[in-house]
């Protein structure tokens, strides 16, 4: 699935004009890239559908520095042939557990906190299975360009506990998945994780 041409164009927008916001010194140009700003919002807010939460100008207030892609961990854990998932509260919909990561940490890190905070379980990861552009693999139009890391996990300890972003945590067969929350993981990338999981040996996949 491709990203729409308006998302395209408004990202880059964005993006200009932080990077500029960020190096530019001349009060005039400034001025110019706040408005540039303004436009890529303007945009954003009425390309649609996005997340209806989400408010388009305060998010890309928020942005600083040079703009580059961010990165989405998942982590793929297993127990009895069956995959790890959780239910997320802001949709009700499964997903890999996993997030934003955070300034400071390595990914794997971040993928195992997610981890833990989300479904209750400790896990250790053990591979990098997939490096994806979040564009090109079927997900909803998002504000931000991202990346998605998959890896896979060992269990070690915990059990299933609900968190401040998560209702529910349970494994699931390959053949039985619940409703997806597709602006996260897609049953493509699950799928190809029950591949690796299967098949320690497959090397990782990347855009």
């Known amino acids: 699935m491709s990203q729409p041409q308006w998302l395209v164009w408004a990202r880059r927008l964005q993006a200009l004009s932080q990077s500029g916001l960020t190096y530019c010194r001349d009060q005039f140009d400034i ?17 649609a559908p996005l997340p209806s939460d989400l408010q388009i100008p ?31 509260l802001s949709d009700n919909c499964w997903t890999l557990p996993g997030g934003w990561a955070d300034v400071g940490e390595p990914p794997s ?15 250790q990861i053990t591979k990098l299975a997939a490096l994806y552009d979040r564009d090109l693999h079927g997900h909803p139009p998002f504000a931000f ?7 896979i996990a060992n269990l ?10 998560t ?16 602006t996260r993981v897609t049953a493509a ?3 190809h994780m029950f591949e690796h999981f299967r098949d320690p040996q497959l090397p990782t996949s990347f855009d």
Do not use: C, W
């Not at 360009?145 to 890896?151: G, L, N, T």
């Open 31 to 47: 001025a110019r890239y706040h408005e540039l700003r303004d436009i890529a919002a303007e945009m954003m807010a009425t390309g």
């Open 58 to 88: 305060q998010l890309f207030a928020g942005q600083s520095g040079y703009a580059t892609p961010k990165i989405d961990v998942r982590v793929a854990a297993f127990q009895d042939g069956r995959i790890l998932l959780v239910r997320e």
């Open 109 to 123: 890190v971040a993928a195992a906190r997610e981890t833990r905070e989300e479904s209750g379980f400790e896990v």
């Open 145 to 151: 360009h991202s990346y998605k890391a998959f890896f």
């Open 156 to 165: 070690r300890a915990g059990s299933a506990q609900p968190s401040n972003e």
């Open 167 to 182: 209702s529910d945590a349970q494994f699931f067969p390959d053949d039985n998945l619940p409703p997806l929350s597709l």
């Open 189 to 191: 990338q699950i799928a």
